[in-house]
């Protein structure tokens, strides 16, 4: 019986020893040199050209078959880029000396920071794309959903995705990422081993997007605006191709005739050829740029970058909004539009039962500031602040008929606002200061419940402070003067004219008297 026992438990030993050898092969795979494993690329959108650049090698021993140390080696046709790349940028992404000095250092790692990865990427693909990086294609196909690249060797790859729309007369806006494939080995259970990976492109169908770098502004600002539009990939029957990108603006804001164009987001590198601007404004068009047949060839889905001023004038509006725009052949095109605000306040002036008060005088400054703002007068109590270049300027500020102060065309901030003449029938003037606070922190035209007003000094502020939309309104009280008691004023003087009467009137009395008596004797 224990024989049997036994010569059982050796059977199911000798079978697991013969199942565990079987599979740990299925699943793993001890590396070489020229290891190769799958990419799959999925996320693909419509007919799409797939490309693959090695860009990084794995530097695998022969004899053992294990990594080297450093284990990752920059392509040789990336070297000198990537030395370029790092003097442009302070970065540290390749080894500069010694017999590793083309080793990818340590600085270019899987935790580097997101915004650093996309920006060195996506620099190599315009260079890749432009012709400034001399990078032969690795492997390259066309495909609807996915493709597979079979037999890739270890490395990293810089993943390309370009539109190629197959039907006659037809284009594609699709902007694709640039994507990184990664097949490098892992060391798992005491084995070097290389496993098939999957990347999911990651793309958009936009047309055009605008920015600008501030969105509450006032009279006099320069605001600088960046449009980005996708080049469309039309098909190669397609003749005469081009696309008109431009804007339009409100008659608040001054287009200042400096549109410029731009191959990469942060809009360091500028592009002269391939297009022609037209700046002078039309009813349709503030300015515009036309991408020629050409250059929209070379480019189909690609972007493009357009930045440009304008400036806030005296024609300032509460909102101004501009629209960009995007066109071409087979009814392709978009628009958008962005919207700058301006903010004010209303102050009004009473005395004496709520009655209102003309012809005071204010002046305002920016916190911080050492000079009064200059405004232009537009009504009775109404102000906007003025241009620069404008005259007729003045920093004195009156209350209207209707005892009110408006003022217009400010962005958000504090302001200091400080009365410097009393109205008239003896109101007095009140030392101190206001300080008005603008807050529109989304923005959304709607000053947020922060703003408010403040003071210091004598200075009477009415109970509510009322904020409608992009104005700030408030009341400001004045007080007339008062008469103080003063010693041997004419309280006393008439005091003291009675008392001598007095005394002269008892003084003739007894006079008179005494002569009587003598009279009489």
Not at 138 to 147: I, L, R, W
Not at 160 to 172: D, F, N, Q, R, V
Not at 261 to 279: H, R
Not at 313 to 328: H, S
């Amino acid at each position: 019986m224990m024989k049997t026992k036994f010569t059982k438990m050796m059977a199911i030993f000798v079978m697991l020893l013969m199942i565990v050898p079987i599979g740990y092969g299925n699943v793993k795979a001890a590396i070489t040199p020229s290891s190769t494993a799958m990419i799959t690329v999925s996320g693909i959108k419509g007919d799409t050209n797939v490309e693959l650049y090695k860009v990084i090698g794995v530097d695998v021993d022969s004899t053992t078959n294990t990594p080297k140390n450093p284990m990752y080696l920059w392509h040789p046709d990336v070297m000198e880029w990537v030395k370029a790349y790092d003097n442009a940028h302070g970065t540290n992404y390749i080894a500069k000396t010694g017999d590793i000095h083309n080793a990818v250092t340590d600085e270019f790692n899987g935790s580097m920071d997101t915004a650093k990865q996309d920006e060195f990427w996506q620099t190599m693909a315009k260079d890749i794309r432009n012709g400034t990086l001399d990078l032969g294609v690795t492997a390259s196909q066309k495909s609807d959903g996915s493709v597979a690249f079979p037999n890739s060797n270890m490395g990293g790859y810089l993943v390309l995705a370009t539109p190629e729309p197959s039907a006659p007369g037809k284009y594609s806006s699709r902007i694709y990422k640039p994507t990184t494939a990664i097949l490098t080995p892992t060391f798992d259970n005491g084995v070097w081993n290389l496993k098939n990976t999957t990347v999911s492109l990651k793309s958009s169908d936009g047309t055009i997007d605008k920015t600008i770098d501030d969105e509450t502004v006032e009279v006099g600002q320069k605001l600088t605006y960046t449009i980005s539009a996708t080049i469309p990939a039309y098909t190669p029957d397609v003749e005469n191709r081009y696309v008109n990108v431009g804007d339009k603006f409100p008659e608040g804001l001054t287009y200042n005739k400096d549109v410029k164009v731009y191959a990469d987001e942060a809009c360091t590198t500028q592009l002269t050829t391939g297009f022609t601007k037209y700046e002078t404004p039309t009813a349709d068009a503030t300015f515009s740029v036309r991408f020629e047949d050409a250059f929209v060839a070379a480019h189909g889905g690609e972007m493009v970058y357009l930045r440009y001023t304008g400036t806030v004038n005296k024609n300032v509006e509460y909102a101004l909004i501009n629209n960009a725009f995007v066109n071409g052949p087979f009814n392709y095109g978009g628009s958008t539009q962005v919207v700058a605000r301006s903010y004010g306040f209303i102050l009004h002036k009473v005395g004496e039962n709520n009655a209102n008060l003309q012809g005071a005088e204010f002046e305002v400054k920016k916190k911080n500031g050492s000079e009064a703002l200059s405004f232009i007068k537009m009504a009775d109590g109404e102000y906007r602040l003025a241009e620069a270049s404008e005259t007729g300027k003045t920093t004195v500020l009156t209350t209207g008929a209707s005892g009110t102060l408006q003022v217009e065309g400010i962005a958000t901030g504090e302001f200091i606002l400080k009365e410097t003449k009393a109205p008239n029938g003896g109101y007095v003037l009140p030392n101190g200061e206001i300080t008005l606070t603008l807050i529109d922190s989304e923005p959304n035209g709607m000053l947020d419940a922060g703003s408010g007003v403040t003071k210091t000094g004598s200075i009477q502020l009415g109970e509510e402070v009322k904020i409608n939309d992009i104005i700030l309104e408030f009341t400001v009280i004045n007080g007339k003067g008062f008469d103080l008691p003063v010693t041997g004023g004419m309280g006393t003087m008439l005091f003291t004219i009675l008392g001598l009467g007095l005394m002269i009137g008892a003084a003739t009395l007894v006079i008179t008297m005494r002569k009587k008596e003598s009279n009489l004797h």
